[in-house]
């Protein structure tokens, strides 16, 4: 049973920064893809950063120049670096998956991003 536990999350300033965590347990982390995601309240699921196993990156048009997706596959732990944080960037962020399968882990429980003055 994969296990995804992020961290990192909390509240901050406009235009403050953040570094969120992902430790994945129970898979083979560096053979597969990985990505960040996020729920805002009242919207649907996002996805927001992707890393390939190799090290690729894309992401959505809303963080791009201000977020950056890593992965630390000695520590089995996914980062997503978010600087310059505006409110419209608070939301539950989530790491998974997919698979190349098309599979998701189970999701786990996110870590709370608030952006506020």
């Known amino acids: 049973q994969v296990q995804l536990v992020e961290s990192g999350g909390g509240l901050v300033q406009p235009g403050g920064s953040l570094r969120l965590s992902c430790v994945v347990s129970?898979?083979?982390?560096?053979?597969?893809?990985m990505a960040w995601y996020r729920q805002a309240p009242g919207k649907q699921r996002e996805e927001i950063a992707t890393i390939t196993s190799i090290g690729a990156t894309n992401y959505a048009d809303s963080v791009r120049g201000r977020f950056a997706i890593s992965r630390d596959n000695a520590k089995e732990t996914l980062y997503l670096q978010m600087n310059d944080l505006k409110p419209e960037d608070t939301a539950v962020y989530y790491c998974?998956?997919?698979?190349?399968?098309?599979?998701?882990?189970?999701w786990g429980q996110g870590t709370q991003v608030t952006v506020s003055s």
């Open positions: 129970g898979s083979i982390f560096s053979h597969n893809a």
């Open positions: 998974n998956g997919p698979l190349r399968s098309g599979r998701f882990y189970s």
